[in-house]
């Protein structure tokens, strides 16, 4: 095998030693494995199968009976068949390796220094790292700090992997709140925290990512831009998979500062799964701006995934302070390239302000475009003169843009 770098092996090796023997990462699976040869056969008739069902079924099966005598020759293998085999099943090696030697298989990936393997090494370190956070949070965080620090290249990578398998301990999450929340502000937190939400809803549905989300929410002295990550990631995770359970959980958050776009959250997944469903429940909510936003969400994702059904909605009489934000939400998505089918759609919004405002801005993207079609618009329009006269002076036709666009001083060379 290769060797990781000193400091990796003396930081990681009293701290892990007695875990590893106490849960079996040290000692062959508990099977009789099939000698290294017959082994390396049978992995390299599996990769090579074209069933993708029957590739991955008989590789796993293989990889479960791995043990440390076999790993030299499957490592040998799997790093020749690394341009054939895609990250999935390289990951899936390392996984079966850092079973039962974690330590070696990150030794492994670290060792592949060359420019053309990076994205291999970091496979391996995050398949290695997960399987380990899952048996050993603590050991598995000393290591990932460890690396990072030796190879920094890799260090994101590896505190999602620890993360996704932190969550999944049956050791509990004892310690990862705080883990993500004593990162450095310049961190990048809330990656982490959708991580842990994705994986929490993975695990145990909408109630497991609100049910860890409760107390940070609760707590008074947590930082309130680490409660609004928390609130947002576990609200955008939770909807996906039950946004009827999570639309009345952001509810009952909606008055705190860290929820201010609790209802755009829920609206934004929901209307993406049943838009009649979210405006409906939208319609519950306190009118307002808040709401006028989540309403262009809702239908937003609606419409671009069930458009017919989205436009007959739009199309039916509907309570106007719900039409007019799926209205002007219309009239934006095709304003650049249908401005004569939006400025329809914003005459159909029945607030004379917003109209106004769905009008002008429209017409300042056909005037820049095709000012002669524009103008001929505006004339018969029911914008006044005002109005009419702000289209105008706020917006350029491209050509005379470019004409006036100064031309970029020539650097190097002789001045002709």
Partial sequence: MHATSRGIRVALWIATAVAAFG??????????????????????????????????????????????????????????????????????????????????????AVSWRLPEMRKQREIGLRAAIQVWAQRDPAAAR???????TDTPRVSGALR??????????????????????????????????????????????????????????????????FKRSVFKAVAGAAAQWDPE????????HSGADYATEAVAIVAKHWGRRDGEAAIAWLGEQPAGELRDRATREAFGGWSRVDPRRAAAWLAAEQPAALRDPALEYKAQRIADYEPELALGFCERVEDSARQQ??????????????????????????????????VRALTKPKEEQQRRRPRRPRTGGTPR
């Fill in 23 to 108: 849960i079996g990462w040290v000692t062959p699976p508990p099977h009789g494995p099939p000698a290294p040869d017959d082994m390396v056969a049978s992995l390299r008739s599996a990769l090579g199968e074209g069933d993708v069902i029957e590739r991955q079924g008989r590789t796993a099966s293989l990889l479960e009976r791995l043990d440390p005598f076999d790993v030299p020759d499957v490592a040998a293998l799997y790093e020749r068949m690394i341009p054939l085999i895609d990250s999935s099943e390289l990951a899936a090696f390392f996984a079966a390796w850092a079973r039962f030697d974690a330590l070696g298989a990150l030794d492994h």
């Fill in 142 to 148: 000393l290591a990932v700090e460890q690396i990072g």
């Fill in 160 to 225: 999602h992997a620890l993360v996704t398998g932190w969550v999944h301990s049956p050791r509990g999450q004892e310690g990862l709140t705080d883990f993500i929340a004593d990162l450095p502000p310049l961190q990048p937190r809330a990656k982490l925290i959708e991580t842990v939400a994705r994986e929490l809803v993975r695990g145990g549905g909408a109630e497991a990512a609100l049910g860890w989300a409760e107390p940070v929410l609760r707590d008074e002295g947590s930082k309130p831009a």
């Fill in 357 to 390: 405002s769905c009008l002008e801005s429209t017409a300042k993207k056909w005037y820049a475009k095709d000012a002669v079609a524009a103008e001929t618009w505006l004339q018969q329009s029911s914008l006044d003169d005002e109005a009419r006269s702000r």
């Fill in 245 to 252: 359970r999570t639309a009345a959980w952001a509810v009952e």
